[in-house]
């Protein structure tokens, strides 16, 4: 099947620094990637929906400011977490559609822990 | 948007016990229906997936059944094992706005020996 990648798996930052993470789709375009986060025990909640060349759509009450999503090509997107804090702490997952515009089955990346000290 | 909600948050079941989980959906124009299973720190697997035009799927010891009028659909696991214990997510898919999952808030299943 299709492989989504992450990078970094995780990964450690002060407070009030920026962390990029990236998600890469190995063997597939990806037009449209989708963003996640997981806080412990919880369910994963969907931010935003990358584009490949165009802005990305946020959910409501996700902020666009402080989580840049640039999809510069068919195979990768990435997520930036600008001035980073304790409470942006969490597991963030990227997944991929598996069929271009249809109806079916995502790919997920293995996700990148967060912690924010 | 869509909003996916799921029971029980907890689920513990003996060994070879079946074991049900129930979610509901809010917009009666998602048509896709999958069931992810997520060990701890690891990315969500897919189970199994049902769409719209079925009422029921059936994967070995797994089973979804699809209740489009009353907007709720569900999970059956039969013979349950020690290995099936895991949490459990179902979620709610779009395909005209862009097949975005909205998930639902996990069942932590135990399969007790």
């Known amino acids: 099947g299709a492989v989504v990648s992450q990078h970094p798996s995780w990964v450690i930052c002060k407070s009030g620094t920026s962390v990029k993470i990236e998600c890469r789709s190995l063997?597939?375009?990806?037009?449209?990637m989708f963003w996640y986060r997981q806080f412990p025990k919880q369910s994963l909640m969907l931010m935003a929906t990358?584009?490949?060349?165009?802005?990305?759509?946020?959910e409501q009450g996700v902020e666009k400011d402080k989580f840049l999503i640039n999809h510069a090509s068919l195979t990768l997107s990435t997520l930036t977490v600008t001035s980073a804090h304790p409470e942006d702490s969490s597991f963030y997952i990227c997944?991929?559609?598996?069929?271009?515009?249809?109806?079916?089955?995502?790919?997920f990346g293995p996700g990148t822990r967060l912690t924010v000290t | 948007g869509e909003n996916v909600e799921q029971h029980p948050s907890t689920l513990s079941v003996q060994e070879g016990d079946s074991a049900v989980i129930k979610c509901t959906y809010s917009?009666?124009?998602?048509?896709?229906f999958p069931w992810y299973k997520q060990e701890l720190g690891k990315r969500p697997q897919l189970i199994i997936d049902?769409?719209?035009?079925?009422g029921e799927k059936k994967d070995q010891r797994i089973a979804v059944t699809l209740n489009k009028t009353a907007k709720h659909f569900s999970l059956h696991i039969t013979e349950t094992q020690p290995e099936d214990s895991a949490v459990y997510f179902c979620?709610?898919?779009?395909?005209?706005?862009?097949?975005?999952?909205?998930f639902g808030t996990g069942t932590s299943l135990t399969v007790i020996p």
């Open positions: 997944s991929a559609p598996g069929l271009a515009g249809g109806l079916g089955e995502q790919y």
């Open positions: 990358s584009n490949e060349g165009s802005k990305a759509t946020y």
């Open positions: 063997d597939f375009q990806a037009t449209t």
């Open positions: 979620a709610a898919s779009i395909r005209h706005t862009g097949n975005q999952f909205y």
């Open positions: 049902i769409r719209s035009n079925v």
């Open positions: 917009d009666s124009a998602s048509n896709y």
